[in-house]
């Protein structure tokens, strides 16, 4: 396991040399340095960053709404630039593998392979294709699809063995796919090319639900459509409006959230353009409809299965599925939590920190994780480093299943990243006490 102490000092350094330098009024990088809080500021816990990875790569790992942690906490599931096994360098392609995080041993799960599109044709649409992978820790698989788009697999870990459970030549698959806990039920999403005018965006987005078989690698169905949306333009977006950000709820298989995605942009209080959704029964229904035109983003269902949590105008906030309530958890628009990971009792949320707009060096940003207590709003802050730009070098903080680790991806140059985690169980222990 890299520890890096050295590295994790030049991050620090460099964050308080940044930090020292910005006065902008808001901005998420007009904190003080470590040790040099206000009374009115969060506690600093500067955790040692342990490195699960280490090289001149593209490390990452699964978006938020997935697990990348193994049932045991021993193993990392990320997805790399480096070679194939045999040492083969293919562009644009990755390895799915499993990191032993006391050790940083990396076993090879899987290529994510790079096809030739030109025999799709119109079919191969160009959805997001970052985050490839999900993973069932009551089974021990996961499911992943290629970079192209077209091929999805069922993995047995334990065995590493694959088999491929869909080949969609009709349309593209987009990221992230999401797998339910026993590994019977996989849900993701699919475009495809229609009409295109000055209505239409010329993509119709289309959720899918798929039985399969966790011991056998097969389906055990056919797909099943949960919902169509045919991409609209709205307001001059010339991108339209899709479904996307699929998922599944952990404690109920028929219970389906997603995203109207519309580029980032803010919402009018229109339907269309309200962000969260569920489809429940066969009803698809938004789960808050921002009247008072909230930024919402970056949503995901609790692993209690009870509530959605999302981000909203850099605030942390969650709906009832029982009730559809909606309640603000915590309030802190300098720090700017942007994505969020729920522990499994849902007592704890870790968040990233969005930083500033201008990039610190070498094009990377300020950033850092967040723990926020649920019950009372209290935030603290965990570590800081430097965030990419875009997908997938986010960091995107993803909970350990016995809620003891947060794993997040730090960028180290301007193409070039590693997947990390800390260690919050003395946090947690002392939160009390340390207050």
């Known amino acids: 396991m890299f520890t890096r102490r050295g590295l994790t000092a030049l991050y620090a350094a460099t964050a308080i040399a940044v930090l020292s330098r910005c006065t902008s009024v808001g901005d998420a990088a007009n904190l003080p340095a470590p040790g040099k809080q206000?009374?009115?500021?969060?506690?600093?816990?500067?955790?040692?960053?342990?490195?699960?990875?280490?090289?001149?790569?593209?490390?990452?790992?699964?978006?938020?709404?997935?697990?990348?942690?193994s049932a045991d906490g021993e193993y990392l599931f990320i997805e790399s630039t480096r070679p194939r096994p045999d040492g083969t360098q293919v562009p644009n392609e990755r390895q799915l593998l499993k990191v032993d995080i006391a050790t940083g041993d990396a076993t090879h799960l899987a290529t994510l392979e790079v096809e030739n599109t030109k025999p799709y044709g119109a079919a191969h649409v160009g959805a997001s294709s970052q985050y490839h992978c999900d993973y069932a820790p009551e089974a021990n698989v996961m499911v992943y699809y290629d970079i192209t788009?077209?091929?999805?697999?069922?993995?047995?870990?334990?065995?590493?063995?694959?088999?491929?459970?869909?080949?969609?030549?009709?349309?593209?698959?987009?990221?992230?796919?999401?797998?339910t806990p026993d590994g019977k039920r996989v849900v993701y999403y699919v475009l495809y090319p229609s009409v295109a005018n000055r209505f239409l965006s010329g993509v119709t987005s289309v959720i899918f639900a798929l039985d399969v078989d966790p011991k056998k690698l097969e389906p055990v169905a056919e797909p099943k459509v949960i919902t169509t949306y045919p991409g609209r333009i709205v307001e001059g977006r010339p991108h339209g409006v899709i479904v996307n950000h699929s998922q599944v709820n952990p404690k109920d298989p028929d219970h389906y959230c997603y995203a109207h995605e519309f580029g980032g942009?803010?919402?009018?209080?229109?339907?269309?353009?309200?962000?969260?959704?569920?489809?429940?029964?066969?009803?698809?229904?938004?789960?808050?409809?921002?009247?008072n035109l909230e930024g919402q983003t970056h949503e995901v269902i609790g692993p209690l299965g009870t509530s959605l949590y999302f981000v909203e105008n850099w605030h942390v906030s969650a709906v009832d599925f029982a009730t559809y309530q909606k309640r603000q958890i915590c309030?802190?628009?300098?720090?700017?939590?942007?994505?969020?990971?729920?522990?499994?009792?849902?007592?704890?949320?870790?968040?990233?920190?969005?930083?500033?707009?201008?990039?610190?060096?070498?094009?990377?940003?300020?950033?850092?994780?967040?723990?926020?207590?649920?019950?009372?709003?209290?935030?603290?802050?965990?570590?800081?480093?430097?965030?990419?730009?875009?997908?997938?070098?986010?960091?995107?903080?993803?909970?350990?299943?016995?809620?003891?680790?947060?794993?997040?991806?730090?960028?180290?140059?301007?193409?070039?990243?590693?997947?990390?985690?800390?260690?919050?169980?003395?946090?947690?222990?002392?939160?009390?006490?340390?207050?």
């Not at 965990?382 to 909970?399: A, D, E, I, T």
């Open 265 to 291: 942009t803010r919402t009018d209080g229109s339907l269309t353009l309200t962000r969260c959704w569920e489809n429940r029964n066969g009803i698809d229904r938004p789960l808050d409809r921002p009247l």
């Open 38 to 69: 206000t009374p009115t500021m969060p506690k600093e816990w500067n955790l040692e960053i342990h490195y699960a990875t280490s090289g001149p790569h593209l490390n990452t790992i699964a978006y938020p709404t997935c697990r990348t942690w």
């Open 331 to 435: 309030d802190d628009t300098k720090l700017r939590p942007s994505h969020i990971t729920v522990s499994p009792d849902e007592k704890w949320i870790a968040a990233d920190i969005w930083g500033g707009n201008e990039p610190a060096e070498d094009g990377l940003f300020r950033s850092g994780i967040l723990l926020i207590e649920a019950a009372t709003g209290e935030i603290e802050v965990l570590c800081r480093f430097l965030r990419g730009r875009g997908h997938p070098r986010h960091p995107h903080p993803n909970f350990s299943l016995d809620g003891t680790k947060i794993a997040f991806v730090v960028s180290d140059g301007p193409d070039t990243s590693q997947v990390a985690y800390v260690d919050v169980s003395d946090v947690i222990e002392n939160w009390r006490s340390a207050k």
């Open 149 to 179: 788009g077209h091929n999805m697999y069922l993995l047995d870990v334990a065995a590493g063995k694959s088999n491929r459970i869909l080949h969609q030549n009709e349309g593209c698959i987009g990221d992230p796919p999401a797998i």
